[in-house]
């Protein structure tokens, strides 16, 4: 299952300015049509967890 | 913040520590930044007061759970409002109908119960999404195809309840539920068809039991909350093929749709197929709002005459074929030579998709609903090409009978009074979404910053249900904000219809803790106010 997830947010993962409060930001607010998610879709635990994961300084890392 | 009506924050916030030891107090959403993500993201009431909005929510894991939350509900008169995934966007989303509702989110409750290969059905939890059956599906490799609406994120039971479709054989999805379990308002759990047998072996494959077949009472209504039901899957078939037919005269809908009745009845067309009208549901200019707004809406001639100067066909419609090759292939060539008698018509042949399909042909694939993929290809918001977009939409769905003398009245009427509304509304394709109708499927734009233009959207809205309902045409399903409008068109004898609904709301749900208002439901005490 990770492969499909770690397709879905290649564009994601390329970027280099998400900031943890920008994810959760987008996550929590929804943008344009898109809805906000709930936290029983993502908790607040694992909204954490992914933008630290998609954080500048983690990305860097990973690539 | 939102309490429920006529109740004391002194009182709510009892209740709401009750919830918590049920639930867990980490699922008993409370804080205003929680409660808000329950909003109709697509509200056309956005900011305004009548902007329906829960007073809290709360997120039950079990069944048992929701039975004690319906035991707290009873016992404090809190009015209860059960979403499953609360993806029901353009119908009013998560936000109850009676604001100061409690959201009972189900999106816990995410569990793929069985998948049979065997006999091809499923038992499914209500949080459960297609993009969850789907991939528990191709994770154990079963040859199974499921149906899709278009988002993926929804849930099945959510989605079959308020009576939605997606496009394979299997699209009619309320046509598709096999076997459910309720628990009622007062707690208790019940399983209809044969799941009432202690030793049911054939819950999910035989749906009416024995005596009164209830389920139906409990899609698009307030009688209980759904925690598991059956859906009959379709196995993946060898070939789907696509055949794109256009006519290019005005009058040639007549023939049109008579030929595709014939074969939806007749069994050679089992999926969704879809007509539309390049010249009525195209581009329209001044000459086109003259021709249609001429006493009885223009000529024959005048109209080929205009579709010709646009160098259009007039219609153009869309069949899909599943099976194995040699049955898809022969259907598809009926289909053909039945619609080879209409003068100047034209077939294009395809896509063609064969199975299986590997990972990456599925992901690639440019038309995933048709294959039963779960995506959210639609979500595509701005674009370079479009570059504002309206924050939301409402939809709004008519049936439509399958004859081409209602579908050119239809496509005239409603593109009419949509341009004469002048707020974007934009009128949809022609589709069979379910078996024997066509579904009209328009949409009217909201704005989260524009409360005036909100406020004309909603008078167009309203204006629309009327026009439609003159005409014959009901809404096959109704946006929250407007469900008493919608279920008032289905007044035959005095409402009759409605009372026998509130006779039996009075029974199942004494004190109307579930889902107040939901298609024009309402308790006693709030009947008449609404």
């Known amino acids: 299952m990770s492969h499909r997830i770690?397709?879905?947010?290649?564009?994601?993962?390329?970027?280099?300015?998400?900031?943890?409060?920008?994810?959760?930001?987008?996550?929590?607010?929804?943008?344009?049509?898109?809805?906000?998610?709930?936290?029983?879709?993502?908790?607040?635990?694992?909204?954490?967890?992914?933008?630290?994961?998609?954080?500048?300084?983690?990305?860097?890392?990973?690539q | 913040m939102t309490l429920p009506p006529g109740m004391s924050q002194r009182d709510f916030s009892a209740a709401l520590r009750q919830l918590e030891t049920a639930v867990g107090k980490e699922w008993v959403f409370s804080a205003p930044e929680d409660v808000a993500l329950y909003r109709d993201a697509y509200s056309p009431f956005w900011d305004e007061e009548e902007e329906r909005t829960a007073s809290a929510a709360v997120a039950p894991d079990t069944v048992e759970q929701v039975q004690s939350v319906m035991r707290i509900a009873n016992e404090h008169r809190i009015?209860?409002?059960?979403?499953s995934t609360g993806r029901n966007?353009?119908?009013g989303g998560a936000a109850p109908v009676l604001s100061g509702s409690v959201v009972l989110d189900?999106?816990?409750?995410?569990?793929?119960?069985?998948?049979?290969?065997?006999?091809?059905?499923?038992?499914?939890?209500?949080g459960v999404s297609y993009f969850?059956?789907?991939?528990?599906?191709?994770?154990r490799g079963l040859k199974l195809m499921i149906d899709v609406p278009t988002p993926g994120?929804?849930?099945?039971?959510?989605?079959?309840?308020?009576h939605g479709a997606g496009v394979t054989p299997m699209r009619d999805h309320w046509s598709t539920q096999c076997g459910m379990e309720v628990v009622l308002a007062n707690g208790e759990v019940l399983r209809t068809g044969t799941g009432a047998m202690p030793n049911a072996k054939t819950w999910q494959q035989y749906k009416y039991g024995i005596g009164p077949y209830i389920d139906g009472i409990f899609s698009q209504s307030n009688f209980g909350v759904i925690t598991k039901m059956g859906f009959w899957l379709l196995p993946e078939p060898e070939v789907v093929r696509a055949l794109r037919v256009t006519a290019p005269r005005h009058d040639d809908v007549i023939k049109m749709v008579e030929i595709m009745s014939n074969l939806t009845y007749s069994g050679v067309i089992d999926s969704q197929f879809t007509l539309a009208s390049p010249v009525l549901n195209g581009p329209r200019d001044a000459e086109l709002e003259a021709l249609a707004a001429r006493p009885g809406g223009g000529t024959r001639e005048e109209w080929d005459r205009y579709a010709e100067s646009k160098d259009r066909p007039f219609w153009s419609a869309r069949f899909t074929f599943y099976g194995p090759q040699p049955?898809?292939?022969?259907?598809?060539?009926?289909?053909?030579?039945?619609?080879?008698?209409?003068p100047g018509v034209q077939f294009e042949d395809g896509p063609t998709y064969r199975f299986p399909m590997s990972r990456e042909q599925r992901e690639q694939a440019p038309d995933k609903g048709m294959l039963g993929i779960p995506s959210l290809s639609n979500f595509t918001g701005r674009t370079p090409a479009t570059p504002e977009v309206a924050d939301g939409h409402m939809d709004f769905s008519v049936i439509v009978?399958?004859?081409?003398?209602?579908?050119?009245?239809?496509l005239k009427v409603i593109g009419r009074d949509f341009a004469a509304a002048g707020v974007g509304a934009r009128m949809g394709t022609i589709s069979s979404f379910h078996l024997r109708t066509f579904i009209l499927i328009s949409s009217f734009p909201t704005m989260r910053a524009d409360r005036e233009f909100n406020r004309r959207v909603r008078a167009a809205y309203e204006r629309a249900v009327k026009v439609t309902a003159d005409n014959g045409w009901g809404q096959y399903r109704s946006h929250a904000a407007f469900m008493d409008l919608a279920v008032s068109k289905y007044s035959f004898n005095d409402d009759a219809l409605s009372r026998f609904h509130t006779t039996l709301k009075d029974a199942v749900d004494p004190n109307g803790i579930l889902s107040a208002g939901r298609y024009g439901i309402w308790p006693k005490d709030m009947r008449g106010s609404a």
């Not at chain 1, 970027?15 to 987008?26: A, C, Q, S, W, Y």
């Not at chain 2, 189900?106 to 939890?125: D, G, H, P």
């Not at chain 2, 009978?401 to 239809?410: E, F, I, N, R, S």
């Open chain 2, 401 to 410: 009978p399958m004859t081409g003398h209602d579908v050119l009245a239809a």
């Open chain 1, 6 to 62: 770690a397709r879905a947010w290649f564009a994601l993962e390329e970027r280099t300015d998400l900031v943890p409060e920008l994810n959760g930001m987008f996550v929590r607010n929804g943008l344009s049509i898109v809805p906000p998610f709930r936290k029983t879709e993502i908790s607040d635990a694992d909204l954490a967890t992914l933008a630290a994961y998609l954080a500048p300084a983690s990305n860097s890392s990973l």
């Open chain 2, 79 to 83: 009015p209860i409002y059960p979403i």
């Open chain 2, 106 to 126: 189900l999106k816990r409750m995410n569990r793929v119960l069985e998948v049979s290969e065997e006999n091809a059905y499923a038992l499914v939890e209500p």
């Open chain 2, 132 to 139: 969850d059956l789907y991939r528990d599906i191709q994770d």
């Open chain 2, 327 to 342: 049955v898809v292939d022969a259907r598809w060539e009926y289909a053909r030579q039945r619609y080879s008698t209409i």
């Open chain 2, 89 to 91: 966007l353009a119908y």
């Open chain 2, 153 to 162: 994120w929804g849930s099945l039971i959510g989605n079959a309840l308020d």
